[in-house]
């Protein structure tokens, strides 16, 4: 499969929000929600450790349309259908074209924080990476002290697949252990 072949559509809809590619003008926005958030962030993101500039959110979103049109990460803006509010972020990413799989990441913005958007995008994000993309198997993974990633990936039906213990080092520079969640295509039988 050539990744760069495929038609994938820049945005998708769930019940309550808009999932959009970032795109360029998205920066101011999305800056005000990471300053907003920062103390939500900074515990868990090792890109929330310095405060980000507009310029710099901006370029992310440039970057990131770049990554959609190159097919190597599918980064999106979770917009409140309702009136268009910036609720969070999310991104299919770590993609294996091979299998075909990714992982899935997000965040969220504190001001909407508890009220089922994330569970909702990755929800959604799923069933568009297993009806559009055809991937055969989402990976979720957070450390091991993030309860709420992990409850998110619990709701969205994940499942525990393993835990790395001490595999990498958390925002302060300790060892950390992270959970693996993963989620299989209903359209694909595992293999035995």
Same mark, same amino acid.
């Given at each position: 499969?050539?990744?760069?072949?495929?038609?994938?559509?820049?945005?998708?809809?769930?019940?309550?929000?808009?999932?959009?590619?970032?795109?360029?003008?998205?920066?101011?926005?999305?800056?005000?929600?990471?300053?907003?958030?920062?103390?939500?962030?900074?515990?868990?993101?090792?890109?929330?450790?310095?405060?980000?500039?507009?310029?710099?959110?901006?370029?992310?979103?440039?970057?990131?349309?770049?990554?959609?049109?190159? !097919?190597?990460? +599918? =980064?999106?803006?979770?917009?409140?259908?309702?009136?268009?509010?910036? %609720?969070?972020? /999310?991104?299919?990413? #770590?993609?294996?074209?091979?299998?075909?799989?990714?992982?899935?990441?997000?965040?969220?913005?504190?001001?909407?924080?508890?009220?089922?958007?994330?569970?909702?995008?990755?929800?959604?994000?799923?069933?568009?990476?297993?009806?559009?993309?055809?991937?055969?198997?989402?990976?979720?993974?957070?450390?091991?002290?993030?309860?709420?990633?992990?409850?998110?990936?619990? !709701?969205?039906? +994940? =499942?525990?697949?393993?835990?790395?213990?001490?595999?990498?080092?958390? %925002?302060?520079? /300790?060892?950390?252990? #992270?959970?693996?969640?993963?989620?299989?295509?209903?359209?694909?039988?595992?293999?035995?």
């Amino acid at each position: 499969m050539d990744p760069l072949l495929l038609d994938i559509p820049d945005a998708f809809e769930t019940e309550r929000l808009l999932l959009r590619t970032p795109r360029a003008g998205d920066g101011p926005v999305m800056n005000a929600a990471i300053a907003a958030s920062h103390s939500l962030l900074q515990p868990w993101m090792d890109w929330a450790q310095t405060t980000q500039t507009a310029q710099e959110s901006e370029r992310y979103c440039r970057m990131m349309y770049s990554h959609y049109i190159g !097919r190597t990460q +599918f =980064a999106y803006n979770l917009l409140r259908k309702s009136d268009g509010a910036f %609720v969070g972020h /999310s991104s299919l990413h #770590t993609l294996d074209w091979t299998v075909p799989a990714g992982e899935i990441g997000y965040w969220v913005h504190a001001d909407h924080q508890g009220q089922g958007y994330i569970t909702e995008a990755v929800i959604g994000i799923c069933k568009f990476a297993f009806e559009v993309m055809d991937m055969a198997r989402v990976e979720l993974r957070c450390n091991v002290r993030n309860t709420a990633s992990a409850a998110v990936a619990r !709701r969205a039906g +994940f =499942a525990l697949c393993g835990t790395l213990h001490n595999n990498a080092l958390d %925002v302060y520079g /300790s060892l950390r252990s #992270t959970h693996v969640f993963e989620k299989l295509s209903p359209h694909i039988p595992a293999s035995g």
